[in-house]
């Protein structure tokens, strides 16, 4: 999501997401290009609403493969962390078995395991996907895993590495990984339709390029989006038709990460309220599609206040009440001693406490 990278002292590196908002459509589109722009937004949303649509196999098998899943994202255990002075290149490999623990513990039934924060992340991934499927307790309760990459607009700061804004490669390679690996089921894109670059790439020939190249392996490797409430929110009515029209038939879920900013207000990682009729008004756009609620557990660089225990349970509870599923931006997780670093501090309140929140939550959902 719109990240700047930051590095946690003692803990790992992580993307604190925060972009510039969309610019009103009101004035700037002609009539005729706002009514070309309802007319295909029409169109898609009949095709999203057939029961032909819906019924095809591989589409059903994809959307309910995201459906329901309570996840973690982001703030991997490194190597590296509780390290003394003079940090080796492989100390900064993931701790995987530290990962698996903490997924254990929270109860969490899927992770989101980000290719971005070092060029050693997709020779990790295998060993984290392996290590998951010989945990007891994660198999038990089929434990999944998302492939999460970087997107164009962010490309600048560094690439999901090794091959960086080739998608078609991603989905090809992705899939062929999954054919003998079934707990990976998804591949998600940051701030997929956010930006202008990121735009230009995913057309709809680019996006069918995609799903052609995963469906030679795997036709149930599902395609997760991430969106914000500026996409849809009224003053860019037409701007989010124009979205719907290129994208919905191409995506099995959208992850939306959500900070009240409906309310007009700022930011906020106090305000609960506003997530019913944000996902109501999501849901009227992308009719059938999953939506997974993504909570900022680390702070928005664009808030003022810091999460807490109170806030991220409250939202959780939420999400399992209004969407299909949940997410974890950056949740706090233990160091080697079983604690919790004080660098958490700055970037959450009471890290023990919220920790406690998630996993009492996540854990009271799981299946005997």
């Given at each position: 999501?719109?990240?700047?990278?930051?590095?946690?002292?003692?803990?790992?590196?992580?993307?604190?997401?925060?972009?510039?908002?969309?610019?009103?459509?009101?004035?700037?589109?002609?009539?005729?290009?706002?009514?070309?722009?309802k007319q295909d937004y029409q169109k898609?949303?009949?095709?999203?609403?057939?029961?032909?649509?819906?019924?095809?196999?591989?589409?059903?098998?994809?959307?309910?493969?995201?459906?329901?899943?309570?996840?973690?994202?982001?703030?991997?255990?490194?190597?590296?962390?509780?390290?003394?002075?003079?940090v080796t290149p492989a100390s900064t490999?993931?701790?995987?078995?530290?990962?698996?623990?903490?997924?254990?513990?929270?109860?969490?039934?899927?992770?989101?395991?980000?290719?971005?924060?070092?060029?050693?992340?997709?020779?990790?991934?295998?060993?984290?996907?392996?290590?998951?499927?010989?945990?007891?307790?994660?198999?038990?309760?089929?434990?999944?895993?998302?492939?999460?990459?970087?997107?164009?607009?962010?490309?600048?700061?560094?690439?999901?590495?090794?091959?960086?804004?080739?998608?078609?490669?991603?989905?090809?390679?992705?899939?062929?990984?999954?054919?003998?690996?079934?707990?990976?089921?998804?591949?998600?894109?940051?701030?997929?339709?956010?930006?202008?670059?990121?735009?230009?790439?995913?057309?709809?020939?680019?996006?069918?390029?995609?799903?052609?190249?995963?469906?030679?392996?795997?036709?149930?490797?599902?395609?997760?989006?991430?969106?914000?409430?500026?996409?849809?929110?009224?003053?860019?009515?037409?701007?989010?038709?124009?979205?719907?029209?290129?994208?919905?038939?191409?995506?099995?879920?959208?992850?939306?990460?959500?900070?009240?900013?409906?309310?007009?207000?700022?930011?906020?990682?106090?305000?609960?309220?506003?997530?019913?009729?944000?996902?109501?008004?999501?849901?009227?756009?992308?009719?059938?599609?999953?939506?997974?609620?993504?909570?900022?557990?680390?702070?928005?660089?664009?808030?003022?206040?810091?999460?807490?225990?109170?806030?991220?349970?409250?939202?959780?509870?939420?999400?399992?009440?209004?969407?299909?599923?949940?997410?974890?931006?950056?949740?706090?997780?233990?160091?080697?001693?079983?604690?919790?670093?004080?660098?958490?501090?700055?970037?959450?309140?009471?890290?023990?406490?919220?920790?406690?929140?998630?996993?009492?939550?996540?854990?009271?959902?799981?299946?005997?």
């Open positions: 999501m719109k990240i700047r990278w930051a590095i946690i002292l003692l803990c790992a590196t992580f993307v604190l997401r925060a972009g510039p908002g969309l610019a009103s459509d009101q004035v700037r589109l002609p009539a005729g290009e706002r009514d070309l722009a898609m949303r009949q095709l999203l609403v057939d029961d032909t649509f819906l019924k095809q196999a591989d589409r059903l098998a994809r959307r309910q493969a995201v459906t329901g899943v309570r996840a973690d994202y982001d703030t991997e255990p490194r190597l590296s962390d509780d390290a003394a002075a003079g490999r993931i701790d995987v078995l530290r990962l698996i623990r903490h997924c254990e513990e929270i109860g969490a039934t899927c992770y989101h395991f980000l290719i971005g924060h070092q060029k050693t992340d997709w020779d990790d991934f295998p060993l984290f996907v392996e290590a998951a499927e010989k945990s007891p307790d994660l198999r038990s309760r089929g434990f999944t895993i998302w492939v999460y990459l970087v997107p164009p607009s962010e490309s600048r700061r560094g690439k999901s590495e090794p091959f960086g804004l080739d998608f078609v490669a991603w989905m090809e390679n992705v899939a062929r990984f999954s054919v003998d690996h079934p707990s990976v089921t998804a591949i998600c894109i940051d701030d997929f339709y956010w930006s202008p670059e990121n735009q230009a790439l995913f057309t709809r020939d680019y996006l069918k390029r995609m799903r052609a190249a995963a469906d030679r392996y795997n036709p149930h490797l599902a395609l997760v989006t991430v969106m914000y409430w500026e996409e849809i929110e009224p003053a860019r009515e037409v701007a989010a038709m124009k979205e719907v029209s290129v994208i919905a038939d191409a995506i099995d879920g959208i992850l939306y990460p959500y900070m009240a900013v409906s309310l007009g207000k700022r930011y906020s990682h106090k305000e609960t309220s506003a997530l019913p009729a944000e996902l109501k008004r999501l849901r009227q756009f992308y009719p059938g599609i999953p939506v997974i609620v993504d909570i900022y557990v680390t702070k928005h660089s664009r808030s003022s206040d810091l999460p807490d225990p109170d806030w991220v349970g409250k939202l959780i509870d939420l999400s399992s009440e209004n969407a299909d599923g949940v997410a974890l931006y950056g949740s706090p997780k233990k160091n080697r001693q079983g604690g919790f670093s004080g660098a958490w501090s700055g970037s959450m309140r009471d890290p023990a406490g919220i920790f406690e929140a998630i996993s009492t939550r996540y854990r009271a959902r799981l299946k005997p």
